[in-house]
């Protein structure tokens, strides 16, 4: 009898190893840590050109990336422009605090791209020429923290997501081309951690 229960117990712990091998093989983890910075400067000349340049910092594991865009309208009008572009470095252009005090990009060029729509909503890119941007954040205010999780069932699938964010005003002071931008108009600093599960029962 007794070794009948070994076997038993034998075959229940392979069963087990094979059970949590086929159940590790159904389930994919994605986390993503980083950091990131934002800015935004509006500027209106006395004609009524109102010029809105935004830029986003984003680094993670993999890397850094940098997106611009450069929007101009007129105040009294229906003529407006738009161009952006987007970079992907793995060059240490970009640093911030891990208290969110300071942040620093250094001057990086970034291909632009306009963006044309007709009648019927159908839009195209053109490229445009060139930006060389760089930007300086200084944090103010507190540091506010944020956390969220998330629940999924369906079938025998779940998925869950949390998300764990520190977050901070900043003043911005930067350059476009070598001219100053003035104000920014916003500012951000931010600090997070993604994780992402999918399982299969």
């Known amino acids: 009898m007794k070794k009948i229960y070994m076997v038993v117990f034998a075959l229940l712990v392979i069963f087990s190893v094979t059970m949590s091998a086929t ?69 240490d252009v970009f640093s911030i605090s891990k208290k969110l005090n300071s942040a620093n990009l250094e001057a990086v060029q970034i291909d632009l791209y306009q ?18 941007i760089e930007a300086n954040w200084a ?17 025998d699938y779940i998925s869950k997501y949390s998300d764990i964010s520190s977050m901070r005003d900043a003043t911005v002071t930067g350059t476009l081309d070598g001219l100053e931008l003035g104000p920014s108009s916003y500012g951000g600093l931010v600090i997070f951690k993604h994780a992402s599960i999918w399982m299969q029962k």
């Not at 159908?122 to 445009?128: A, I, R, V």
């Not at 923290?145 to 369906?154: E, Q």
């Open 23 to 91: 159940a590790l093989e159904q389930k994919t983890i994605d986390r993503q840590n980083g950091m990131a910075a934002y800015a935004d400067w509006m500027e209106t000349t006395p004609d009524g050109l109102t010029t809105d340049t935004s830029l986003s910092v984003t680094q993670t594991n993999d890397g850094i990336d940098i997106y611009i865009s450069i929007c101009s309208y007129e105040t009294e009008g229906s003529n407006w422009s738009c161009k952006s572009g987007y970079k992907f470095t793995q060059d």
């Open 115 to 132: 963006w044309n729509c007709d009648e019927n909503g159908m839009c195209s890119e053109t490229p445009d020429g060139t930006a060389t």
């Open 139 to 155: 944090g103010k205010g507190e540091v506010l923290k944020s956390s969220y999780k998330y629940i999924s069932k369906s079938g």
